[in-house]
């Protein structure tokens, strides 16, 4: 992989809070989710489960020692067996806010399986345009993590670290469970390419310099074919690959990626919307005006005046599988 492109195309993605929750569960025992608007992890600690979509889609066994990610928040069923009574999880744990925590047993004693569990809630408009074709489950083994020293460290003091009343805890907690998420976006990126298509976009060796560039260098005047030069390929390759494997056109992609900047600065500086315009790559702020509306359904001065509260773009419980 060039440079740092996991680095580039994180770097938007603000992970501003963190719901986490402890479980036991034993005998026979099963927990119905629903869709969620932020990421979720399940880590087992000890025990296993599985974990069903419904459907089609065939069940999902997590062992002892698992991490499992939902980039997309997707609802499932996770249980100690495939095909068991489900108990609705707002009846387990009806208030789940932000910042909050939580224990929960389910099943009956002796509790054999214990599972760290959270939800991670990001900035609304920061989610990444590949973000999206990341598929709805990724799930990073054992062996796997067994040469990740700053994971496996970052996972086995979280239960410990989430008890404290210490000052910062919070903040703490909350930088631990990003480490966390990133450093399980790398394993993935390296050892599941062949997984999922996003993953692939991370590792071909045209589309990464290209999605690169778009991330490092989005205000240049990239066209479809000074992108494909940076790439390395023909303008009609480059665009149906880049297409195949990001899901989306590279000007799209590009776009977005300059309307997420800008959704940034609006909320954490105060340049003037004409400034925005330029350092973003448009060369007039009523062209810019015209994106950002058509984008998010809002003007720039509206989105900064709600301080980016809206969950109208781009939240990550929107995000296609």
């Not at 990610?69 to 495939?82: M, N, Q, R």
């Not at 062209?287 to 005046?305: D, M, Q, V």
């Amino acid at each position: 992989m060039p440079d740092d492109l996991l680095s580039e195309l994180l770097r938007p993605l603000w992970l501003a809070d963190v719901f986490h929750s402890r479980w036991e569960a034993g005998g026979d025992w099963g927990v119905e989710g629903h869709d969620d608007p932020c990421a979720i992890l399940h880590h087992m600690v000890e025990g296993g489960c599985v974990v069903d979509f419904g459907g089609e889609a065939a069940p999902v066994a997590l062992h002892q020692g698992d991490l499992a990610i939902f980039p997309h928040g997707t609802g499932h069923t996770f249980a100690s067996a495939h095909g068991v009574r489900t108990v609705p999880l707002p009846d387990l744990m009806p208030h789940r806010r932000p910042g909050g925590s939580g224990i929960v047993r389910v099943g009956t004693p002796p509790f054999g399986t214990r599972m760290l569990c959270a939800s991670l809630h990001y900035n609304a408009l920061s989610d990444p345009g590949l973000y999206a074709a990341l598929p709805r489950i990724i799930v990073l083994r054992r062996h796997m993590l067994a040469d990740e020293p700053l994971l496996l460290r970052t996972l086995d003091s979280l239960p410990s670290e989430i008890e404290r009343t210490a000052p910062g805890t919070r903040l703490v907690t909350l930088r631990a469970f990003e480490t966390v998420f990133v450093l399980s976006l790398r394993i993935a990126m390296e050892q599941l390419a062949a997984e999922s298509p996003a993953l692939r976009a991370l590792h071909h060796p045209g589309i990464s310099k290209a999605l690169l560039a778009v991330h490092g260098s989005y205000a240049e005047p990239w066209t479809v074919e000074s992108l494909a030069r940076e790439a390395g390929m023909s303008r009609s390759v480059f665009s149906q690959t880049f297409r195949d494997l990001v899901g989306e056109p590279p000007m799209r992609y590009l776009t977005t990626r300059r309307l997420q900047e800008a959704g940034r600065l609006l909320t954490q500086t105060s340049l003037p919307q004409q400034d925005i315009a330029r350092r973003i790559g448009y060369g007039s702020l009523v062209g810019f005006h015209l994106a950002f509306r058509k984008e998010y359904g809002i003007t720039p001065g509206s989105h900064r005046g709600n301080k980016g509260s809206t969950q109208e773009p781009g939240a990550v419980a929107a995000l296609p599988e």
